[in-house]
């Protein structure tokens, strides 16, 4: 058994957990004197006043599971009796101030540009640059100042804060790089020192060295009608942000994820087109064009709300001279279960035809299922239901 220290390492520490949460986790127990974060490794190590304090805290949550948004973080003493400076330059970045902030936002349930980043930045000194991007901490922005002064005035300031209330929040570093190249100004680059810089062609970004900047906020696609929503986590805060109700249409209760796409035009299409299209609606998770049916592909949304609003603003907009049809796993359960409960559905491909799973309470509503709506039209297009040899999914 590690002997007891002043140190506490703390395990399963995710992107979404700030340094402000692990402060009030372990504050209760005393002065906490370091905090080193070790994203790589979804880890911190904490050190409090003295060993009693850390002892304090270990007795505590031996009986009590510490969680941290709703993610469960493992505590144990640590090996080291004290951090070094050498512990805290392993955060990978280390705390060595630097003129650049490297800014992860975390519950980014609204859009955030170059100009909210601006906005929220500028108050604490010239920004000469930005340039945002998004990579599997999610989406994450650099920040370069004029002077590092006020890049640590900055992090000092605004870290741990949210940019809107309940969401968006700003997790700053300083970054290790030395200067931003901006080659364009527009919706996910900008050089304030330089305004003369042209737009970039439509398509994902060509920053070099910062990450994928692709869709996040994507471009129009010729011939559609999407309408920029907020990405937001659940109908109730859309409610909110558009006036007390939900936009005609849109039931804010789907929780299935996936959409499929049909009437896709080949000739023109791709993975890249379909992210920036869907991307306004929300995160995108997968896109997958299907093999042997190239005008159909499926797109795996964030979350079941991101794919209801999705598919009900797309839904039989014009792209690429072909009008899209969507159907998603909400409209095969809105079909299907007045036959009885449903207990899950799956939405996938094989051999290239389009299938979904749909788990019954009972084989008895099952059946009357399949001889109610079999060969009949959904969406354009004529289902056929059989028996799963699977039991369940």
Do not use: W
């Not at 906490?32 to 490794?41: C, S």
């Not at 980043?117 to 604490?124: A, C, G, K, R, Y």
């Amino acid at each position: 058994m590690t002997e007891p220290s002043k140190v506490i390492h703390v395990r399963n520490v995710g992107h979404e957990v700030s340094e402000n949460d692990l402060l009030q986790l372990f504050q209760p127990f005393g002065v906490i004197t370091k905090l080193v974060m070790l994203r790589a490794k979804n880890q911190a190590l904490m050190q409090l006043q003295d060993v009693p304090s850390a002892v304090n805290a270990l007795q505590f949550f031996a009986n009590v599971q510490p969680s941290i948004r709703g993610r469960n973080v493992y505590v144990q003493f640590s090996s080291h009796q004290e951090l070094t400076t050498a512990d805290q330059n392993a955060q990978g970045r280390g705390d060595e101030p630097n003129r650049i902030l490297l800014v992860t936002i975390h519950h980014m349930l609204y859009p955030i540009t170059v100009e909210v980043l601006h906005q929220v930045f500028f108050p604490h000194g010239f920004v000469e640059k930005i340039v945002t991007f998004q990579k599997s901490a999610g989406f994450q922005a650099l920040i370069q100042y004029q002077s590092r002064q006020c890049a640590v005035s900055a992090r000092t300031a605004l870290q741990g804060r949210n940019i809107y209330d309940g969401c968006c929040q700003l997790d700053i570093q300083f970054s290790n790089l030395d200067e931003l190249q901006v080659n364009y100004n527009n919706e996910r680059s900008r050089d304030f020192t330089n305004p003369s810089l042209p737009s970039e062609p439509k398509g994902r970004s060509s920053q070099p060295g910062y990450g994928d900047a692709g869709g996040m906020y994507a471009l129009q696609a010729s011939g559609a009608r999407p309408v920029a929503f907020p990405q937001m986590a659940n109908a109730a805060a859309v409610a909110a942000a558009f006036g007390g109700g939900l936009p005609p249409g849109v039931s804010g209760t789907n929780d299935r994820c996936t959409v499929l796409v049909s009437n896709l035009n080949p000739d023109r299409i791709d993975e890249d087109k379909l992210f920036n299209l869907f991307s306004i609606y929300g995160n995108i998770v997968r896109i997958k064009l299907l093999r042997n049916k190239p005008d159909h592909a499926l797109v795996q949304m964030g979350d079941g709300f991101q794919a209801e609003l999705a598919v009900h603003f797309l839904k039989g907009a014009m792209l690429f001279d072909k009008r899209l049809e969507e159907v998603t796993e909400e409209e095969i359960v809105t079909l299907l279960e007045e036959h009885g409960p449903i207990v899950n559905t799956k939405l996938f491909e094989m051999n290239g035809k389009k299938q979904a799973l749909v788990m019954f309470d009972t084989e008895e509503q099952a059946t009357e299922a399949l001889v109610c709506k079999h060969a009949i039209s959904l969406g354009g297009s004529i289902i056929r239901i059989s028996f799963s040899q699977l039991q369940t999914i």
